[in-house]
């Protein structure tokens, strides 16, 4: 029934742009309200699990470097380790299999967390065409992507890069 009523598009929720009448609206509102809700939390889930992502991502990148560092120094050399929050002292044969290990298991984690970010931007697109949600700028966004395409693609990796660091 609600899809149904959704066939046009819709960003806010006043009666005016919905073309309902207040009473229609009055019963609406809750339903539309419940559906939007459930977007953004799915949304936010996703969002989370792209920052776990990149922070587990940020911990393989020193677990290579403490790793490439202790390659080139005397097995038998004391090091020290941060373990629960308590600093250890161990020999560098100790640490390093042990540092291997968890940059094995990190990365593990790493692509089970990208997998269910795929599954859940599936999932996420089923909703939004399901529902027909569109998200506000959703409409200047495409015309400057095809704008930007047409000009040679100049300008489009400054737009497409924001908040993404590119090393």
């Not at 940020?58 to 929050?85: A, Q, W, Y």
């Not at 100790?94 to 795929?118: D, R, W």
């Not at 569109?134 to 693609?153: F, T, Y």
Request: proline share 3%.
């Amino acid at each position: 029934m609600l899809s149904a009523l959704l066939k046009g598009r819709w960003t806010d929720f006043s009666p005016s742009r919905l073309r309902f009448k207040p009473a229609t609206f009055r019963l609406l509102a809750p339903m539309l309200l419940t559906v939007v809700a459930a977007f953004q939390r799915m949304r936010t889930e996703q969002r989370s699990m792209a920052s776990k992502a990149a922070e587990l991502e940020m911990e393989i990148n020193e677990h290579s470097l403490v790793i490439e560092t202790l390659k080139d120094v005397d097995p038998t050399r004391k090091c020290f380790r941060l373990v629960g929050g308590v600093l250890v002292e161990r020999t560098v044969k100790e640490v390093l299999p042990a540092l291997e290990s968890n940059k094995e298991q990190i990365s593990k984690i790493v692509e089970s967390l990208n997998t269910q970010m795929q599954s859940k931007g599936r999932e996420l697109t089923e909703y939004r065409e399901k529902y027909n949600i569109r998200l506000v700028g959703e409409g200047e966004e495409g015309q400057g992507k095809s704008a930007a395409s047409s000009n040679g693609g100049e300008g489009s990796a400054s737009k497409g890069g924001a908040g993404v660091l590119v090393s």
